[in-house]
């Protein structure tokens, strides 16, 4: 059983930061790893991913989140930055079975609880 935990997520005023973990097991290290979001009402989108190849981002948080991924401690990390209300919202880790990455929640198969965000104005 792949189990994912994140941690990391507050409150946070207007252009404030934040850096969320999510701790993943050894044996999907080499695997295409994610972060997505979802606020209330809305369906599930892809924040940034990591694989091989590199990394991947929604343009709505270009140059405001970094994702990145410790192997040796097993962590995956998502740094956000110049935070806005339109950032609030529940913030997953996702794994897939396989290296190649996407942007469809539908794709990966392994998921945490999820950690929330809310940024206030």
């Known amino acids: 059983q792949v189990q994912l935990v994140e941690s990391g997520g507050g409150s946070v005023q207007a252009g404030g930061s934040l850096r969320l973990s999510c701790r993943y097991p050894e044996d999907i290290a080499r695997k295409c790893m994610g972060w997505f979001r979802q606020a209330p009402g809305t369906e599930r989108e892809v924040v940034a991913n990591?694989?091989?190849?590199?990394?991947r981002y929604a343009d709505s948080v270009k140059g405001r989140f970094t994702i990145s991924k410790d192997d040796a401690k097993n962590i995956l990390y998502l740094q956000l930055n110049s935070l806005n209300p339109d950032d609030t919202g529940m913030y997953f880790c996702?794994?897939?079975?396989?290296?190649?990455?996407?942007?469809?929640?539908?794709?990966?198969?392994?998921w945490g609880q999820g950690t929330q965000v809310t940024v206030s104005s």
């Open positions: 990591i694989d091989g190849a590199g990394t």
């Open positions: 996702a794994a897939r079975e396989y290296w190649a990455c996407s942007v469809s929640p539908a794709m990966f198969k392994y």
